[in-house]
């Protein structure tokens, strides 16, 4: 089979196509023909690499991807051969406290495909059987592959760690990321009033159509001044954001007296300075997110079967120019999801 293959860390020229062993499943696992896979900014990370931190190279990457069953391990028993899956992009244990209380993501043992093992972006993949979850009727293979990561980050920002209620101005920066258009969708649905920052006036339009309430240029307006006017001098009750160090001072400015900023991750810089003063005099909570249980992925493709949520694709990218899809992703010209489609 082909294989998109990381052997070491570097721009996107370090990404190789190899022929590799058709992979076989074990006992528990099935065997995924690929045809989708959706890129995310963990998969620069580990192309880039992360300092402190080892990936286990070689290894291919995609965490996101959808495809058919094509072989299952002989104890499998919840998928058959030729159906229609979307792989739910962690796992666990299944056995200590925390994966029994529904918390996978706190498991010690606790990984992502294309991390911590080989990924989707491959003809094949195998992954454990309760790992493949029924593609929705009528939904494509590329729809599907841009689901997974993106809304159970977003969900569990927003759901379980922020508890966003009906009613609340939430600020989401960013609009324009895959992330980003998920939590849009997910704080309508809560009956939230939204307010979404973009780099430019077309992804402004973008978050609006997708149920932003006010969209913000940041290039041109001071996100911080916007939202404090358009919340009365309040500000926002949540900030939903994964930018970091560019938005950061901003934040502690926008977010209201006893408000709540959410991250799940930090793509200009891991590091900022805090004023501990701000964080207690306002009350302030600041609350760290990694993706979300398992479990929560059924209820997010019920979501997209009632039509509630929707998967939004920027660009399909054929898997033999899967260095020009890392490049885009990188580039930020895209709202929404990049997604490689691998074979016809």
Request: glycine residues 12%; hydrophobic residues 45%; proline residues 5%.
């Amino acid at each position: 089979m082909k294989a998109v293959v990381i052997r070491e860390q570097g721009a996107p020229g370090v990404l190789r196509i190899e022929e590799r062993p058709v992979p076989t499943p074990r006992a528990d696992e099935a065997l995924v023909r690929v045809r989708a896979v959706g890129l995310n900014h963990l998969d620069l990370w580990v192309r880039q690499g992360i300092p402190g931190h080892r990936f286990p190279l070689p290894i291919i990457p995609g965490c996101d991807f959808a495809g058919d069953v094509a072989a299952v391990g002989e104890v499998t028993r919840n998928v058959a051969v030729g159906e229609r899956v979307v792989v739910n992009p962690g796992f666990a244990c299944q056995n200590c406290a925390q994966c029994r209380a529904g918390r996978h993501q706190l498991c010690r043992s606790y990984g992502i495909f294309g991390e911590h093992r080989d990924g989707g972006c491959a003809e094949y993949a195998v992954v454990p059987h309760h790992n493949c979850m029924p593609m929705p009727a009528g939904m494509s293979y590329v729809e599907a592959a841009a689901v997974p990561l993106v809304f159970l980050t977003a969900w569990a920002m927003l759901v379980d760690r922020a508890h966003a209620e009906v009613g609340e101005n939430v600020l989401v920066h960013a609009a324009g990321s895959g992330v980003s258009s998920a939590g849009i969708q997910i704080a309508r649905l809560l009956g939230c009033r939204v307010l979404a920052t973009a780099g430019d006036d077309d992804k402004c339009e973008k978050a609006r159509a997708l149920g932003a309430d006010v969209a913000i240029n940041y290039r041109k307006e001071d996100f911080a001044a916007v939202v404090r006017d358009q919340t009365g001098g309040k500000g926002a009750d949540v900030i939903f954001d994964h930018v970091g160090g560019d938005t950061w001072k901003g934040n502690m400015k926008a977010v209201r007296w006893g408000g709540r900023i959410v991250m799940c991750g930090a793509t200009t810089s891991p590091v900022v300075e805090v004023d501990l003063r701000q964080v207690f005099f306002k009350s302030i909570s600041i609350l760290g997110s990694t993706m979300g249980s398992m479990g929560l992925l059924d209820r997010i493709l019920h979501l997209m079967r009632a039509g509630k949520l929707r998967p939004v694709v920027g660009a399909e990218i054929p898997l033999e120019r899967i260095v020009e899809a890392h490049q885009l992703l990188e580039s930020r010209q895209v709202f929404g999801k990049v997604v490689v489609t691998v074979g016809g």
